[in-house]
């Protein structure tokens, strides 16, 4: 027996699949099969899904005060922070990452419906004073209706908290399909959510692709939130442009640059940098996978870096991920595993290999914090999203030549500036081209700022404000005050 959910959660109900399909997840620690009946949403379950959150919109849910809702969003996180470690052991059990990691994801994700319960009852409109010809207007903004997400398998909890916490703040009803590396522990807040809202106000399927199309595609979901690759951005995008024009937000990963000046702390910026590439084992889409070193401190930097990195392979820090000593688990699963292996061989034949580029022992797919230097701006090691603990460390001379470079990618979700420069940080943050900036940091988001991408890292945001609005929509009422004739 499975000690873990597998069906669909609809309506409130753990429900077979109609499609009689069903997921594989195997364990990447040591290959062994997690569950092959994990039930897979066919168009049938994605229908029934879309028909309950529509039933509870135009029901309960989208009659509910917002002070109603708060409360229930609170009680929500409450239940998410009490069940925090448990939950996330089933996302550690699918993807490997280590559990503090994904623990830390579920507090992350009922701190989201927290700071979303706080602005559910401030969601206020605007009047504009009357004209002479008696036009009184009133703008107002209303919930959008049945909302969705697709999210990927590296942070599953954050993912999910990002999109339904301002939905259902907003007033909507909302279905939620978790990546297909990662299915249990989105699913398994399921039992909760029943305790909590309403049938039909947040619904669950699992499923490929092919289930994120169908909710693409879909003529009674108004609004899709993804966060994944480019490549199935697009798609969506696409899905959604060619049925009923659904609103999209993409967060699409990236390849953020790190630039470190001479000036800064150099102690600081090689274990800010550790952070920001070693966290979640590298999966991490605003992870600073290239970093930028001013000439003069470059060799020093590196040293810095490589000894950090031979430390973390050489201890506790990498192993087991059920453990919570263990920072960095295995890679998801083979085809990320792969992938990374693949585009560690380009940087080693495209640039040098300062420490790393191997697999960590013989089981599970460990793999090594690996340092490239020398790697030409053209190479995929250096374009491409890795997605595991691999960094390329390239070096400048100028400010000028340091921007130019952290810009020449297709991507602009995040970086990072190191100076102790003032004017400096605020002239270089303001021509690096990225939806979030950390500076003498690596950047870590919050619930309460807005994060997301520019250029191919996708458009939209989620949390703060501007995370709320992205669920409401704008109705300007005009009345005409002059009606005596
Ligand atoms: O992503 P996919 P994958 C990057 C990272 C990684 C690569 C591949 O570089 O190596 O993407 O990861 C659903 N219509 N990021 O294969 O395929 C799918 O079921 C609708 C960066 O996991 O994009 C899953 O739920 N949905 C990223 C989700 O999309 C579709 C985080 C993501 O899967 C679909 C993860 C379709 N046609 C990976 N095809 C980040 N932004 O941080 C797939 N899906």
């Known amino acids: 027996m499975a000690s873990f959910e597998t069906r669909l959660f609809i309506n409130n109900e753990f429900v077979d699949a109609k499609s009689g399909e069903y997921l594989t997840v195997y364990n990447p620690v040591d290959d062994s099969l997690v569950s092959d009946k994990i039930s897979s949403a066919g168009e049938a379950d994605v229908d029934a899904a879309v028909a309950a959150a529509k039933a509870a919109f135009k029901g309960d849910w ?3 005060d917002p002070t109603v809702r708060a409360k229930k969003m609170r009680q929500f996180a409450d239940m998410i922070r009490e069940k925090a470690e448990e939950i996330a052991g089933l996302d550690t059990k699918t993807m490997g990452s280590a559990i503090g990691t994904q623990a830390m ?6 701190d989201l419906f927290d700071y979303y319960a706080g602005l559910a009852d401030k969601i206020h409109g605007e009047t504009s004073y009357p004209t002479s010809a008696g036009k009184y207007k009133i703008t107002q903004r209303e919930p959008i209706g049945v909302c969705s997400g697709i999210g990927a398998w590296n942070v599953s909890a954050v993912l999910f908290g990002w999109k339904a916490a301002p939905a259902l703040a907003a007033g909507n009803t909302f279905l939620y399909k978790p990546s297909e590396k990662a299915p249990l522990g989105t699913l398994a807040l399921g039992a909760l959510i029943k305790e909590v809202f309403p049938p039909g106000v947040i619904n669950i399927v699992n499923g490929g692709g092919k289930t994120g199309q169908l909710m693409a595609a879909h003529m009674e979901i108004r ?10 951005g697009r798609k969506i995008q696409e899905h ?7 609103r999209v937000s993409l967060e699409l990963g990236g390849k953020s640059p790190s630039v470190i000046f001479e000036d800064a702390n150099l102690n600081l910026a090689v274990e800010k940098s550790m952070e920001g590439i070693l966290a979640n084992t590298g999966q991490i889409c605003a992870m600073a996978s290239r970093v930028f070193v001013q000439e003069s401190i470059s060799d020093k930097f590196i040293e810095g870096l490589a000894d950090g990195f031979k430390k973390v392979s050489s201890g506790d820090a990498i192993g087991d991920p059920t453990l919570k000593t263990t920072h960095i688990g295995p890679i998801a699963d083979k085809k990320q595993y ?4 693949e585009l560690i061989e380009v940087g080693k034949a495209e640039g040098k290999l300062v420490t790393g580029g191997v697999r960590r022992g013989k089981d599970g797919l460990y793999v090594e914090p690996t340092i490239f230097k020398q790697t030409p701006n053209t190479s995929r090691i250096v374009q491409e999203e890795v997605f595991g603990p691999v960094v390329t460390v390239h070096t400048f001379k100028t400010e000028e030549e340091a921007i130019e470079m952290a810009n020449d990618t297709v991507f602009g979700l995040s970086a990072c500036v190191y100076t102790e420069s003032i004017s400096r940080a605020l002239r270089v943050t303001r021509q690096i081209e990225a939806g979030t900036i950390a500076v003498n940091d690596w950047y870590f988001p919050g619930p309460d700022t807005p994060f997301g991408g520019i250029k191919q890292s996708g ?3 989620e949390g703060g404000l501007e995370g709320l609005i992205e669920y409401l929509q704008t109705k300007t009422i005009q009345i005409n ?5």
Do not use: D, H
């Open 62 to 64: 989208g009659k509910t």
């Open 105 to 110: 994801g579920y507090g992350v994700c009922a």
């Open 223 to 232: 609004q899709i939130a993804f966060t994944g690759s480019t490549a199935t």
């Open 240 to 246: 959604a442009a060619k049925s009923n024009l659904k």
């Open 338 to 341: 792969e992938r990374v292996m």
């Open 459 to 461: 458009y939209g945001r």
């Open 481 to 485: 005050i002059n009606t005596t004739t």
